[in-house]
């Protein structure tokens, strides 16, 4: 059965999963080592004002990021590196230096203009936290911006090149800067040591690509030329730098409301959605980035029928794996972030507080996973505008939602009752903060839903497959889901479970056991998605060209 369905897929879509399950395991290593980054933020600093702090201080240097620093992105850069390579590598190559100079110029006297102002600036972000250390810590992470822009500069020499491995080795030096700043830098300069760790790993995030970014021989362009290149990289790239910077709003705004709430409420936010960002990384986003170059190719050569076929099937693989991933995070939510992040200074309280915020976030999984596919669909038709639309759609939901859902919470004492039962914390305080979470899902939800119809609208799409793929999944991963909380219970019920140990145990076996079921039921129905997955994981992945992920495409 496997054969045939291997024989049966196209040479282009094989290499679409072949290529998105490269990508899947390089996501993969790196958001491990971003566990062990929050492992342990959690364990030595808790839920505390400390870390509210920590995270409350990357608002205005990511904003930046994705504002600024991401407008000569990797997507912008190439087709202009593609055409000027033809003329020349050496010509690409200057332009490229150039290109970098003047970023270095641009970004560094923006850095410093917020640098002086960040004393006026961060009372307008962070109201709800007044904090010398707050602005010492803005300070000195306005250099993280600087090196990952840098960074995603010579990510497109190294996509040219196909240097994948070394690209995908940046991300892991990021997070290593910053358990360095955690272990060695902050018992010998607080918290100022946890920002100068984040600068660390940007600059060894840009650093591992500059010895072969110098060696390449390279000619100096005309001034007149580079200027219009340089120009022609922005045009492309501001609607999709635009949407970036709608979503970093998003995290901006929730976050200056949660520093209005409980102390911790702002670390208990980003644990959780840190946590969530590991199954978006795996899934939505190695789909939509091994889609792209296909996508662009088919829709440049006009083979639209093919170009429609092949969203067909990526967006179908993305609910296969999206859909059970929700589920099983939701019933193993309290499992997984209390051997992820409990330990130390990390409470009980913390830990259901964070799981529960988790599975208000983890709804959206599926949303955000497609909604990124949607995205480089449009970006591949030639079409930037649609989905800088939907992200500005997207800020408004979560952030109206978010506000209405607190006004709700805390107005109806029935209304906050049955949530915090509903979410298993009504015995511990500031549960508040997943009224956020919850915002923060709907806007991505809001955002699929008008995205979902004009993609299918614009691209012809049918939806009898999905539609098929959507119900058995969802009924399967059901009744996968119902097998593993039976175990949990039964597991719990045996007695407490309150060891690390303990709990990877009984989170491992009613996991496993629970996926089993989920993978003999959708083979019970005949699922094509298994069956292609197997095909493709059984297959022998040849080398084949795979897009390098941006610094924007996966969550630090």
Same mark, same amino acid.
């Given at each position: 059965?496997?054969?045939?369905?291997?024989?049966?897929?196209?040479?282009?879509?094989?290499?679409?999963?072949?290529?998105?399950?490269?990508?899947?395991?390089?996501?993969?290593?790196?958001?491990?080592?971003?566990?062990?980054?929050?492992?342990?933020?959690?364990?030595?600093?808790?839920?505390?004002?400390?870390?509210?702090?920590?995270?409350?201080?990357?608002?205005?240097?990511?904003?930046?990021?994705?504002?600024?620093?991401?407008?000569?992105?990797?997507?912008?850069?190439?087709?202009? #590196?593609?055409?000027?390579?033809?003329?020349?590598?050496?010509?690409?190559?200057?332009?490229?230096?150039?290109?970098?100079?003047?970023?270095?110029?641009?970004?560094?006297?923006?850095?410093?203009?917020?640098?002086?102002?960040?004393?006026?600036?961060?009372?307008?972000?962070?109201?709800?936290?007044?904090?010398? @250390?707050?602005?010492?810590?803005?300070?000195?992470?306005?250099?993280?911006?600087?090196?990952?822009?840098?960074?995603?500069?010579?990510?497109?020499?190294?996509?040219?090149?196909?240097?994948?491995?070394? =690209?995908?080795?940046?991300?892991?030096?990021?997070?290593?800067?910053?358990?360095?700043?955690?272990?060695?830098?902050?018992?010998?300069?607080?918290?100022?040591? %946890?920002?100068?760790?984040?600068?660390?790993?940007?600059?060894?995030?840009? #650093?591992?690509?500059?010895?072969?970014?110098?060696?390449?021989?390279?000619?100096? #362009?005309?001034?007149?030329?580079?200027?219009?290149? &340089?120009?022609?990289?922005?045009?492309?790239?501001?609607?999709?730098?635009?949407?970036?910077?709608?979503?970093?709003?998003?995290?901006?705004?929730?976050?200056?409301?949660?520093? =209005?709430?409980?102390?911790?409420?702002?670390?208990?936010?980003?644990?959780?959605?840190?946590?969530?960002?590991?199954?978006?990384?795996?899934?939505?986003?190695?789909?939509?980035?091994?889609?792209?170059?296909?996508?662009?190719? %088919?829709?440049?050569?006009?083979?639209?029928?093919?170009?429609?076929?092949?969203? @067909?099937?990526?967006?179908?693989?993305?609910?296969?794996?999206?859909?059970?991933?929700?589920?099983?995070?939701?019933?193993?939510?309290?499992?997984?972030?209390?051997?992820?992040?409990?330990?130390?200074?990390?409470?009980?309280?913390?830990?259901?507080?964070?799981?529960?915020?988790?599975?208000?976030?983890?709804?959206?999984?599926?949303?955000?996973?497609?909604?990124?596919?949607?995205?480089?669909?449009?970006?591949?038709?030639?079409?930037?505008?649609?989905?800088?639309?939907?992200?500005?759609?997207?800020?408004?939901?979560?952030?109206?939602?978010?506000?209405?859902?607190?006004?709700?919470?805390?107005?109806?004492? &029935?209304?906050?009752?049955?949530?915090?039962?509903? %979410?298993?914390?009504?015995?511990?305080?500031?549960?508040?903060?997943?009224?956020?979470?919850?915002?923060?899902?709907?806007?991505?939800?809001?955002?699929?839903?008008?995205? =979902?119809?004009? &993609?299918?609208?614009?691209?012809?799409?049918?939806?009898?497959?999905?539609?098929?793929?959507? &119900?058995?999944?969802?009924?399967?991963?059901?009744?996968?889901?119902?097998?593993?909380?039976?175990?949990?219970?039964?597991?719990?019920?045996?007695?407490?479970?309150?060891?690390?140990?303990?709990?990877?145990?009984?989170?491992?076996?009613?996991?496993?056991?629970?996926?089993?079921?989920?993978?003999?039921?959708?083979?019970?129905?005949?699922?094509?998605? #298994?069956?292609?997955?197997?095909?493709?994981?059984?297959?022998?992945?040849?080398?084949?060209?795979?897009?390098?992920?941006?610094?924007?495409?996966?969550?630090?």
């Amino acid at each position: 059965m496997v054969r045939s369905f291997l024989t049966a897929l196209g040479r282009e879509v094989r290499g679409m999963h072949e290529a998105a399950y490269v990508l899947a395991a390089f996501a993969l290593g790196s958001q491990l080592l971003a566990l062990v980054r929050d492992h342990l933020l959690a364990s030595s600093f808790g839920a505390s004002h400390t870390l509210d702090l920590y995270y409350a201080a990357f608002r205005i240097p990511d904003f930046l990021f994705a504002t600024i620093a991401s407008l000569l992105s990797l997507y912008a850069l190439l087709p202009v #590196l593609s055409k000027l390579e033809r003329e020349s590598e050496a010509v690409m190559v200057g332009f490229l230096r150039q290109t970098l100079l003047l970023f270095f110029v641009g970004m560094g006297a923006i850095s410093l203009i917020v640098f002086i102002c960040a004393p006026l600036i961060i009372p307008l972000v962070i109201p709800g936290i007044a904090n010398p @250390d707050l602005v010492l810590l803005v300070r000195i992470l306005l250099l993280q911006p600087i090196f990952l822009g840098a960074s995603n500069i010579l990510a497109a020499l190294t996509q040219l090149r196909h240097r994948f491995l070394l =690209y995908a080795i940046s991300p892991l030096l990021y997070n290593i800067g910053i358990i360095f700043g955690i272990v060695a830098l902050y018992p010998r300069m607080g918290l100022a040591g %946890l920002g100068w760790g984040v600068v660390l790993g940007a600059a060894l995030h840009m #650093l591992l690509q500059v010895p072969f970014f110098a060696a390449e021989e390279s000619k100096r #362009l005309p001034l007149r030329q580079t200027i219009h290149d &340089f120009f022609a990289v922005l045009m492309l790239s501001v609607p999709r730098t635009l949407a970036l910077g709608a979503t970093q709003i998003t995290s901006l705004v929730l976050v200056g409301i949660a520093s =209005y709430l409980a102390t911790g409420s702002i670390a208990v936010f980003t644990f959780a959605y840190n946590l969530q960002a590991v199954p978006l990384a795996i899934i939505g986003v190695s789909y939509s980035v091994a889609a792209f170059p296909t996508l662009a190719r %088919l829709h440049a050569q006009g083979e639209f029928e093919k170009f429609s076929r092949y969203i @067909d099937t990526a967006l179908r693989h993305i609910f296969f794996w999206a859909i059970p991933a929700t589920i099983f995070i939701i019933v193993l939510r309290a499992q997984l972030v209390r051997v992820i992040l409990g330990a130390g200074l990390f409470d009980w309280a913390a830990t259901r507080l964070t799981a529960a915020a988790l599975a208000l976030f983890i709804l959206s999984l599926a949303a955000q996973s497609v909604t990124l596919l949607i995205a480089r669909g449009y970006y591949a038709a030639g079409s930037t505008k649609k989905p800088l639309y939907w992200g500005v759609v997207d800020v408004v939901v979560s952030v109206v939602s978010a506000l209405l859902l607190l006004r709700i919470f805390y107005a109806s004492p &029935f209304i906050e009752h049955f949530i915090e039962s509903m %979410l298993r914390v009504s015995d511990i305080a500031g549960t508040a903060v997943v009224m956020l979470a919850l915002g923060y899902a709907l806007g991505s939800i809001a955002e699929f839903c008008i995205g =979902y119809w004009f &993609f299918v609208r614009d691209f012809k799409l049918e939806r009898v497959q999905l539609s098929r793929l959507v &119900f058995q999944s969802f009924a399967a991963s059901v009744i996968g889901g119902a097998v593993t909380y039976a175990i949990l219970a039964l597991t719990g019920a045996a007695g407490e479970v309150n060891t690390t140990l303990g709990l990877v145990l009984q989170g491992t076996t009613a996991g496993v056991a629970g996926l089993l079921v989920t993978a003999l039921t959708l083979a019970l129905l005949k699922n094509q998605e #298994l069956y292609e997955a197997l095909a493709t994981i059984n297959h022998k992945f040849k080398r084949s060209s795979v897009t390098a992920l941006e610094a924007t495409d996966v969550s630090s």
